[in-house]
């Protein structure tokens, strides 16, 4: 083969990728339509309250925050700011370092991650987990491992860590 010509997919290969990229393009926009509907919050806002209720003291500093939930960091602040309005979340400045801020998650954001957390966890399970058998779970959790480190080769991601 040529060393210019591209090494193309084959006829396997373009199926399985077909099949993820849409998967990628519709899953994000089913649970972010259902947490719109049943809770009145986006995915990413989602993200950000589950990120923290998970974290020791539900507080992270705002740059792992915007890593965990896969933002930029002006987005994450303009997202804490929406749950700042909201009362679920608060800012504090590091008392490690001060030139960090943390994001806290309140009581009641605690309240909403709490009663928006079944309805989610009921659409993840619809859309990925109950079309699947054991095994093929098995698989993907193995493919999501090799993909994300093919990704994050040096596991700097924080979501990389738990993987």
Request: hydrophobic share 40%; charged share 25%; with cysteine.
């Given at each position: 083969?040529?060393?210019?010509?591209?090494?193309?997919?084959?006829?396997?290969?373009?199926?399985?990728?077909?099949?993820?990229?849409?998967?990628l393009?519709?899953?994000p926009?089913?649970?972010?339509?259902?947490?719109?509907?049943?809770?009145?919050?986006?995915?990413?806002?989602?993200?950000?309250?589950?990120?923290?209720?998970?974290r020791?003291?539900?507080?992270?500093?705002?740059?792992?925050?915007?890593?965990?939930?896969?933002?930029?960091?002006?987005?994450?602040?303009?997202?804490?700011t929406?749950?700042?309005?909201?009362?679920?979340v608060?800012?504090?400045?590091?008392?490690?370092?001060?030139?960090?801020?943390?994001?806290?998650?309140?009581?009641?954001?605690?309240?909403?991650?709490?009663?928006?957390?079944?309805?989610?966890?009921?659409?993840?399970?619809?859309?990925?987990?109950?079309?699947?058998?054991?095994?093929?779970?098995?698989?993907?959790?193995?493919?999501?491992?090799?993909?994300?480190?093919?990704?994050?080769?040096?596991?700097?991601?924080?979501?990389?860590?738990?993987?």
């Open positions: 083969m040529d060393e210019g010509e591209p090494h193309w997919l084959a006829e396997e290969e373009t199926q399985a990728w077909l099949g993820l990229a849409s998967m393009i519709r899953l926009s089913a649970l972010d339509a259902q947490l719109q509907q049943d809770a009145g919050i986006s995915h990413f806002e989602y993200q950000v309250l589950a990120g923290l209720s998970m020791p003291e539900r507080t992270m500093r705002m740059s792992e925050l915007a890593e965990v939930a896969d933002g930029s960091l002006s987005r994450l602040s303009h997202t804490v929406r749950l700042e309005k909201q009362g679920w608060r800012r504090a400045p590091d008392p490690a370092d001060g030139r960090y801020t943390l994001a806290i998650l309140t009581e009641e954001g605690w309240g909403k991650v709490v009663a928006t957390a079944p309805g989610h966890v009921a659409a993840v399970r619809r859309y990925v987990f109950d079309p699947l058998t054991r095994a093929q779970v098995r698989q993907l959790t193995e493919i999501g491992r090799r993909v994300t480190r093919a990704l994050d080769p040096d596991g700097s991601c924080p979501t990389t860590r738990f993987a």
